[in-house]
Structures are given as C-alpha cells and as structure tokens.
Antibody
Framework: EVQLVESGGGLVQRGGSLRLSCAAS????????MSWVRRAPGKGLEWVSS????????FYADSVKGRFTISRDNSKNMVYLQMNSLSAEDTAVYYC???????????WGQGTLVTVSS | QSALTQPPSVSGSPGQSVTISCTGT?????????VSWYRQPPGTAPKLLIF???NRASGVPDRFSGSKSGNTASLTISGLQAEDEADYYC??????????FGGGTKVTVL
C-alpha cells in the first residue's frame, strides 16, 4: 500500500527555517516525481515544488523560489523540503504528493502544519 | 500564469446533480487535457477523483464525471450524497512543469 508520511512541521519565528520530511513506502520512490503542495488557513491548495525522479531536476512556485529547496534520498525513501526566510504567508499545512503520469497527483500524505509567528 | 477560477460554493439536495466549473484560458485548459480534480473533506488530505479531464481514478464511483468545453473544465457529481460534502479543487499541469490550482469549491448537501 502506498503511504506518504510527512513530519517536521511546527511553530517557527518569522525569518526562521524549517525542514520538512516525507517518508514514502509501498512504491519505488526512484521512479516517480514527487511534489509539495500547501494549503494556508482559509485558502485553497497551492503547488510549492516538484523534484524529478532522480532529484536532478527541481521546480518551484514563484512564491518560494530562492527560499525553499526540495531534495530527496531515494535510498532512504525520503523527500525533503528545506524552508528558509519564512514569513507569515508560509503558514499552511504542507502535503507531500506523488505524481503519476506527470500531470496529476495520485497519492497524498496527511500533511504537516507549519506556523510562522511574527 | 494565473490560478484557475472556480465558484466558491455549490449546493444540492440528496440525489440531485451538481456541477463545478473550472475556468482557465486558451493557453492552458483550452488547449491541453491536463486537468485533474481532487476532493478534500474537512481535516483530511486531498484525494484524486479525475485525471486528464474525464478519467476516473481507481475506486472513484461513476457518480463523478469530468468534461471540458472551450476554456472551462467541469466536474459533475450525480446522485449527491451526504458524504460528498467537501472542498473540491481543479488543477492544471503547465508547459513549464508547474501546477495551477483553482480556488476550491465547497459542496454542501442540503
């Protein structure tokens, strides 16, 4: 069974950093592009970042470019999101999502909450 | 690129049908079939319903169907049930390897 379990969320001060982790199981991580998607309180879903299967290609939303870094360790079945220079606008539940076929997300984790205090 | 446009809310009585629209532009939804739909009940993770405009994901009842006309994609829920109350999102995969999401539509079963 495919499972994605996020961790690493919490309360951080404005300007601080946080590293999110996503533990993947039930499928061969090295064969799939993985992404992070967030949902801020009272708002809709927002795509944040994607990492190609090998980790050599990465993509970012303009809102996080230069501050967030996605990475992965396929040998450990882990995907990460390093978040720096956090602001209140980054407060959200962050979901790890598996992409299938390239154009959609077929599996999602339960999410981890990041709260940035001012 | 701008986000996709969805109505904030739709409602219907049990057994009725509701349709959620997702409007993009001629550069995205109007040209490519890379539209997917997700359901997110309160306090839970999103779940894939429809991919590539009109393909149901595994295990999704045939009450859920997708379509597209011009720059607008649509999700129709037939035979509305109480368990269908949730937020619904459309998404589009762009030519520059990013994703656009709609603002979400809250479905209420009266």
């Amino acid at each position: 069974e495919v499972q994605l379990v996020e961790s690493g969320g919490g309360l951080v001060q404005r300007g601080g950093s946080l590293r999110l982790s996503c533990a993947a199981s039930g499928f061969m991580l090295s064969s799939y592009t993985m992404s992070w998607v967030r949902r801020a309180p009272g708002k809709g879903l927002e795509w944040v970042s994607s990492s190609g299967a090998s980790g050599t290609t990465t993509f970012y939303a303009d809102s996080v470019k230069g501050r967030f870094t996605i990475s992965r360790d396929n040998s450990k079945n882990m995907v990460y999101l390093q978040m720096n220079s956090l602001s209140a606008e980054d407060t959200a539940v962050y979901y790890c999502a598996k992409r299938d076929g390239g154009t959609y997300f077929d599996r999602w984790g339960q999410g981890t909450l990041v709260t940035v205090s001012s | 690129q701008s986000a996709l446009t969805q109505p904030p809310s739709v409602s219907g009585s049990p057994g009725q049908s509701v349709t959620i629209s997702c409007t993009g532009t001629s550069s995205d939804v109007g040209t490519y079939d890379r539209v997917s739909w997700y359901r997110q009940p309160p306090g839970t993770a999103p779940k894939l319903l429809i991919f590539e405009v009109n393909n149901r994901a595994s295990g999704v009842p045939d009450r859920f169907s997708g379509s597209k006309s011009g720059n607008t994609a649509s999700l129709t829920i037939s035979g509305l049930q109480a368990e269908d109350e949730a937020d619904y999102y459309c998404s589009f995969y762009t030519n520059i390897n990013t994703f656009l999401f709609g603002g979400g539509t809250k479905v209420t079963v009266l």
